[in-house]
């Protein structure tokens, strides 16, 4: 798809430099818009540089560490004389029994699921507030802020965290015109979960909950998430959209199961 719906416009992208992160950029470029991709993997970041030119702006940052995220949006607002949109994607989990788990894997899990989002929400909404121009962001949430996951207590609360927060941030923010909304994704074919999906007993379980019997393409969650920032969706803000292909009306797999 290429058009010029978002012509003009910036965006901000955390967890940018892969998976759906990386989808989000590739469509906002496709459609007009310049992006700043926020992310560790510098590497990858200068690679997607060298492919998308002028318009990808890469800004190497920690979204758990509130200078550097300051600094990457400000960044973001010299460079391109704007910041309308902000995508947050950054993600990870550090698994283990609640019994079992350490505690710098739970810090390491919910700072970065939850306060990345909160910073960079924080940034990016105080530029875009400045322009007086209203805008959007899209924080990308999971289905496991819904449905619990054995052994994932971290991502999960972080996740559900994402949710509540940005219902929050869209009524703070609603008069200054800004929208917050969340994409609460299923299982998605990304460098994540890879591990996970080589595994065929494991891959089994979770194909056998998903209705639509596999996992979204990075690509699939970018559509929805450049909807909602879209003036498609000018009517809506607080909104939490599930994509799962219908994982929703099941339930988990008890991946603990997998051991025994």
């Avoid at 004389?81 to 390491?108: H, K, P, S, Y």
């Avoid at 917050?180 to 994540?192: A, E, K, M, S, Y």
């Avoid at 891959?203 to 639509?212: D, K, Q, T, Y």
């Avoid at 596999?214 to 803000?237: F, H, K, N, Q, V």
Wanted: with cysteine; proline share 6%; net charge negative.
């Amino acid at each position: 798809m290429s058009d010029d719906r978002f012509s003009g416009q910036t965006a901000v992208v955390t967890g940018a430099a892969s998976g759906i992160g990386e989808a989000i950029t590739a469509r906002l470029l496709s459609e007009g818009a310049n992006v700043v991709g926020i992310d560790l993997a510098r590497d990858a970041l200068d690679r997607m540089a060298d492919e998308f030119g002028r318009s990808f702006l890469p800004a190497p940052a920690d979204v758990t560490v509130e200078a550097q995220v300051a600094a990457a949006i400000d960044t973001a607002a010299a460079k391109f004389g704007r910041v309308d949109l902000a995508f947050n994607v950054a993600g990870a989990a550090r698994v283990g029994a609640i019994v079992d788990l350490d505690e710098a894997d739970w810090d390491f899990t919910v700072d970065l699921v939850q306060k990345g989002v909160f910073l960079c929400t924080k940034h990016a909404a105080r530029h875009i507030r400045a322009s007086g121009r209203g805008g959007a962001i899209v924080n990308v949430s999971s289905l496991n802020a819904l449905m619990p996951m054995p052994a994932g207590s971290p991502y999960s609360t972080g996740k559900a965290g994402v949710v509540m927060f940005s219902k929050t941030a869209a009524v703070e923010l609603a008069p200054d015109r800004i929208r917050v909304n969340t994409v609460l994704p299923g299982l998605v074919d990304t460098p994540l979960v890879a591990p996970v999906m080589a595994y065929e007993p494991a891959r089994e379980m979770f194909l056998e909950r998903i209705p639509a019997a596999r996992p979204a393409t990075p690509e699939e969650i970018a559509g929805p998430c450049l909807y909602l920032a879209s003036d498609d969706a000018s009517y809506i803000t607080g909104a939490s959209l599930v994509v799962d292909g219908g994982w929703e009306l099941t339930n988990y797999p008890d991946l603990r199961k997998l051991g025994s």
